[in-house]
């Protein structure tokens, strides 16, 4: 079975954000990271918008079905929502937000892939801008994962979310836009 990183296609999309200020004003005590932890019952429906990066390259407005914010956590349209929500809700929770007074679902990962199923064996710290980021070139082992799921791994420090080759196969049958796929290896 194969895996994949998910990550923002910011070139053909715009790219999703909510103001810090937003955050703060409606929920005091947030906190930007997630560390996979519940937040729904503190979650207060924040506004957000769509913007174009300078690296946009689309010459018309392109919104996503589904794209990615803060530590990959997924961010779905109404369509994605209602195609996904079964099979996401074993692996998270859904915080609304609003889009210009539309409706879109932040799924916040909480399924963490036990480090067990991980091999670190060619692994390298990756630094940002002297900022630990994790590891890469992990690989994962099958006996870890659902068929259809989501997860994270601690190995990134939860910055991204994975997904199995079912689900990225879900989502092109649907034609759900927005995302790119980096294959990861399997052991």
């Not at 979650?43 to 689309?58: G, I, M, Q, R």
């Amino acid at each position: 079975m194969k895996t994949y990183k998910l990550t923002d296609d910011y070139e053909k999309h715009f790219t999703f954000t909510i103001k810090g200020a937003e955050l703060y004003n409606k929920m005091p005590d947030y906190s930007p990271r997630f560390n996979t932890k519940t937040r729904l019952t503190e979650w207060v429906k924040p506004d957000a918008s769509f913007y174009a990066t300078e690296n946009y390259l689309n010459e018309k407005v392109s919104i996503p079905d589904i794209t990615t914010w803060v530590a990959g956590n997924l961010v779905l349209n109404t369509r994605a929502y209602e195609i996904l929500s079964d099979t996401l809700k074993v692996s998270g929770e859904f915080l609304p937000v609003s889009v210009e007074g539309i409706d879109y679902y932040i799924f916040n990962t909480l399924r963490i892939i036990d480090e067990k199923y991980i091999d670190k064996t060619k692994a390298r710290e990756v630094i940002d801008g002297s900022v630990n980021v994790g590891l890469e070139n992990i690989s994962f082992s099958t006996n870890g994962l659902e068929d259809d799921g989501v997860f994270k791994s601690e190995s990134d420090h939860l910055l991204h979310t994975y997904c199995t080759e079912n689900f990225k196969q879900l989502l092109i049958d649907n034609n759900l836009n927005g995302l790119l796929f980096t294959e990861m290896v399997v052991i």
